[in-house]
């Protein structure tokens, strides 16, 4: 990491996009040595082709016009790319920021600087048709979402009564939407398994919660921090998460059995611009710490009792208006007696009333459903926090969707969305969020409905009728929810969270109104949405059936007898037996029966998927069983 950061370069921007401004930006850098266009698909991967500097600049304007060409089988969208129409365009995105992505193991030995590759993000294009994948999806709802708020606005001017800095539409210039993701990650050294029960305690005494870093996970957050802030992501801090332990140093001198969980915040930015801020935070990330000889991980949950990766996802609006003056329209004109405007208050509830369609978007893989249980301030119910007074913002971390405000900064008025996690598609996942946030700032304009009307509407009781929140839910707590009500009081409350992928994508079927709420009945944009969960069900099941019951199969086997019979008590005794039955039960098949393992598989073959997500769910918890008794019965042996 010894290089001059001062003679690289990181960032294209959008007004530089002409072919001479590039050109001659490429010229002065020739470290940066190739050229690869972005595209990503519906699995949430990112295209990445290698394109000599040569060939790029040869024929920039062609490429820039009419991209590269590639195949349905090298991107994940299926129904839309079949292999008997696989043609698929990679369009560059001349709107947002190219970055430029430096390989540190590679060092170009005419500049002593790493090799860069020009990465610009891209649509994709199928048939020379139509545009499909994450980035049209994000670009096609907040592009509606703005129609849609400003036609909302017109129809009822009476809104600018509660409304902070702004009188009238007619004062409106354009709106802006502004969205930021926060990355928590988990990096350790290379083959270091995981101690589960020192990582439980320092976790629960808050040992490594905003700790100093030290060694060479220090060394690695501080190189990328510095590097971040070269491509102008304005990095307002990194610090230690909650999870992990303290690293050790070896004979060697080194640090080794390094294990801890790492956050990284930067200022927000539009939405399409914030998802592509995002992945290439990713890609800094893996690279510089890989660097450092340290492997980083985003799954949402790496290892089961301990704390798992989230992705808080930020959503805001503002409006700029003609005379230059710049407001959020979340804001209420009477700041010190009421929590947001009329829109502010409508997004939220938009977002509560249609959370379950919004949620396929956010959870689809296994890891995701590990993280979303209760503790760990992983949000399982659908329901908000605004402060338990105008004065005392909120800070209930038990809550999905939770209310940000700074008194001294009326521009920094947000929603913080706490589900998802570093694997969500970030771009499917805000612009399902905008869609269903313009559903309820419909409702509640056209309602007529004041600030304190509103904030008793999301206060309400389960039995009270409502304008538009279900009679039978609440939406608002300032309690830890975990705490304060019962499991089956949170399930009544607040809804039966899903368990499974397989649960969370019926949601697309069982509430094909609000699914139109997001798609508005397009056909490309409900082709996206058949296309994505295509995809993600068949990760879900073939994951399950080929890595996540293997992987299972191989921990019952590891669970071994252990004892003499000689040296045991009774007490070994007792507690190796409940393990063996439960293994057996678990993974041993027989004539008269197959165990729980093989009834998953078969199930899965069958294509038999509310069985397998039943299945599944036993098979976790019998796991997380048999992990206690196994630890049970091995603690008691000498």
């Given at each position: 990491?010894?290089?001059?950061?001062?003679?690289?370069?990181?960032?294209?921007?959008?007004?530089?996009?002409?072919?001479?401004?590039?050109?001659?930006?490429?010229?002065?850098?020739?470290?940066?040595?190739?050229?690869?266009?972005?595209?990503?698909?519906?699995?949430?991967?990112?295209?990445?082709?290698?394109?000599?500097?040569?060939?790029?600049?040869?024929?920039?304007?062609?490429?820039?016009?009419?991209?590269?060409?590639?195949?349905?089988?090298?991107?994940?969208?299926?129904?839309?790319?079949?292999?008997?129409?696989?043609?698929?365009?990679?369009?560059?995105?001349?709107?947002?920021?190219?970055?430029?992505?430096?390989?540190?193991?590679?060092?170009?030995?005419?500049?002593?600087?790493?090799?860069?590759?020009?990465?610009?993000?891209?649509?994709?294009?199928?048939?020379?048709?139509?545009?499909?994948?994450?980035?049209?999806?994000?670009?096609?709802?907040?592009?509606?979402?703005?129609?849609?708020?400003?036609?909302?606005?017109?129809?009822?001017?009476?809104?600018?009564?509660?409304?902070?800095?702004?009188?009238?539409?007619?004062?409106?210039?354009?709106?802006?939407?502004?969205?930021?993701?926060?990355?928590?990650?988990?990096?350790?050294?290379?083959?270091?398994?995981?101690?589960?029960?020192?990582?439980?305690?320092?976790?629960?005494?808050?040992?490594?919660?905003?700790?100093?870093?030290?060694?060479?996970?220090?060394?690695?957050?501080?190189?990328?921090?510095?590097?971040?802030?070269?491509?102008?992501?304005?990095?307002?801090?990194?610090?230690?998460?909650?999870?992990?332990?303290?690293?050790?140093?070896?004979?060697?001198?080194?640090?080794?059995?390094?294990?801890?969980?790492?956050?990284?915040?930067?200022?927000?930015?539009?939405?399409?611009?914030?998802?592509?801020?995002?992945?290439?935070?990713?890609?800094?990330?893996?690279?510089?710490?890989?660097?450092?000889?340290?492997?980083?991980?985003?799954?949402?949950?790496?290892?089961?009792?301990?704390?798992?990766?989230?992705?808080?996802?930020?959503?805001?609006?503002?409006?700029?208006?003609?005379?230059?003056?710049?407001?959020?329209?979340?804001?209420?004109?009477?700041?010190?007696?009421?929590?947001?405007?009329?829109?502010?208050?409508?997004?939220?509830?938009?977002?509560?009333?249609?959370?379950?369609?919004?949620?396929?978007?956010?959870?689809?893989?296994h890891d995701a459903f590990a993280r979303l249980k209760p503790g760990y301030e992983?949000?399982?119910?659908?329901?908000?926090?605004?402060?338990?007074?105008?004065?005392?913002?909120?800070?209930?971390?038990?809550?999905?969707?939770?209310?940000?405000?700074?008194?001294?900064?009326?521009?920094?008025?947000?929603?913080?969305?706490?589900?998802?996690?570093?694997?969500?598609?970030?771009?499917?996942?805000?612009?399902?969020?905008?869609?269903?946030?313009?559903?309820?700032?419909?409702?509640?304009?056209?309602?007529?409905?004041?600030?304190?009307?509103?904030?008793?509407?999301?206060?309400?009781?389960?039995?009270?009728?409502?304008?538009?929140?279900?009679?039978?839910?609440?939406?608002?707590?300032?309690?830890?929810?975990?705490?304060?009500?019962?499991?089956?009081?949170?399930?009544?409350?607040?809804?039966?969270?899903?368990?499974?992928?397989?649960?969370?994508?019926?949601?697309?079927?069982?509430?094909?109104?609000?699914?139109?709420?997001?798609?508005?009945?397009?056909?490309?944009?409900?082709?996206?949405?058949?296309?994505?969960?295509?995809?993600?069900?068949?990760?879900?099941?073939?994951?399950?059936?080929?890595?996540?019951?293997?992987?299972?199969?191989?921990?019952?086997?590891?669970?071994?007898?252990?004892?003499?019979?000689?040296?045991?008590?009774?007490?070994?005794?007792?507690?190796?037996?409940?393990?063996?039955?439960?293994?057996?039960?678990?993974?041993?098949?027989?004539?008269?029966?197959?165990?729980?393992?093989?009834?998953?598989?078969?199930?899965?073959?069958?294509?038999?998927?509310?069985?397998?997500?039943?299945?599944?769910?036993?098979?976790?918890?019998?796991?997380?069983?048999?992990?206690?008794?196994?630890?049970?019965?091995?603690?008691?042996?000498?």
């Open positions: 990491m010894r290089f001059d950061l001062d003679k690289m370069l990181f960032t294209i921007r959008p007004e530089e996009h002409d072919p001479a401004t590039i050109r001659s930006l490429l010229e002065k850098h020739p470290e940066v040595k190739f050229v690869s266009l972005t595209g990503v698909d519906l699995a949430n991967h990112s295209t990445d082709e290698k394109i000599p500097m040569r060939e790029f600049i040869d024929n920039i304007e062609k490429t820039l016009k009419n991209g590269v060409q590639t195949d349905g089988s090298s991107v994940a969208l299926p129904i839309i790319a079949a292999l008997s129409d696989a043609r698929v365009d990679i369009i560059p995105d001349s709107n947002v920021n190219w970055y430029v992505e430096y390989n540190f193991h590679n060092v170009d030995y005419k500049t002593d600087l790493p090799v860069g590759t020009l990465r610009i993000p891209s649509f994709l294009r199928h048939n020379n048709e139509k545009l499909v994948g994450s980035r049209e999806f994000n670009n096609r709802c907040t592009q509606w979402f703005k129609e849609g708020v400003m036609e909302a606005l017109n129809e009822n001017p009476d809104v600018f009564n509660y409304i902070d800095g702004v009188d009238s539409p007619d004062e409106i210039e354009s709106l802006s939407l502004t969205s930021a993701t926060e990355l928590e990650f988990w990096v350790k050294t290379p083959d270091d398994r995981a101690d589960r029960a020192q990582l439980f305690t320092s976790q629960e005494l808050k040992e490594q919660y905003w700790k100093r870093t030290v060694g060479p996970v220090g060394t690695a957050l501080e190189e990328t921090l510095e590097i971040l802030d070269r491509y102008g992501f304005e990095v307002e801090m990194g610090h230690k998460e909650v999870g992990g332990i303290r690293a050790k140093m070896g004979n060697s001198g080194q640090y080794d059995h390094i294990m801890e969980q790492l956050e990284i915040d930067w200022k927000f930015s539009s939405p399409i611009q914030a998802c592509d801020n995002e992945a290439q935070v990713k890609h800094i990330v893996r690279d510089v710490f890989r660097a450092n000889n340290l492997e980083v991980t985003f799954l949402a949950k790496p290892m089961d009792g301990v704390a798992g990766n989230g992705e808080h996802t930020h959503l805001g609006m503002t409006a700029k208006l003609k005379n230059g003056k710049r407001v959020n329209l979340f804001v209420p004109k009477d700041r010190e007696n009421e929590f947001m405007s009329p829109v502010g208050f409508g997004a939220l509830m938009g977002l509560l009333r249609n959370y379950e369609i919004l949620n396929p978007f956010v959870s689809a893989t992983a949000p399982v119910c659908i329901v908000t926090s605004l402060g338990r007074t105008v004065e005392d913002p909120s800070r209930n971390r038990t809550v999905l969707a939770g209310l940000v405000r700074d008194s001294s900064n009326p521009l920094a008025t947000r929603f913080e969305l706490r589900s998802p996690n570093p694997h969500s598609n970030t771009y499917l996942l805000v612009g399902a969020a905008y869609m269903l946030m313009l559903d309820g700032i419909k409702a509640a304009l056209s309602a007529g409905k004041t600030p304190k009307e509103l904030e008793a509407s999301i206060s309400k009781k389960a039995g009270e009728e409502d304008f538009y929140l279900e009679k039978d839910r609440e939406y608002r707590s300032e309690e830890n929810v975990f705490e304060f009500y019962t499991p089956e009081e949170r399930e009544k409350l607040f809804g039966k969270a899903p368990a499974t992928v397989w649960e969370n994508f019926k949601a697309l079927d069982e509430h094909p109104d609000m699914l139109k709420k997001i798609t508005k009945g397009d056909p490309v944009m409900e082709l996206i949405v058949k296309s994505f969960r295509e995809q993600l069900t068949t990760k879900w099941y073939t994951e399950l059936h080929d890595r996540q019951i293997p992987n299972t199969m191989d921990f019952v086997r590891r669970c071994t007898k252990q004892h003499v019979e000689t040296d045991a008590t009774d007490f070994d005794i007792m507690n190796w037996r409940r393990v063996d039955e439960l293994r057996k039960y678990m993974g041993k098949d027989y004539l008269e029966s197959l165990s729980l393992l093989s009834r998953a598989q078969i199930a899965i073959d069958e294509k038999d998927f509310d069985l397998v997500s039943e299945l599944e769910i036993e098979i976790q918890k019998k796991t997380e069983e048999l992990r206690k008794l196994y630890r049970t019965y091995t603690k008691n042996l000498f």
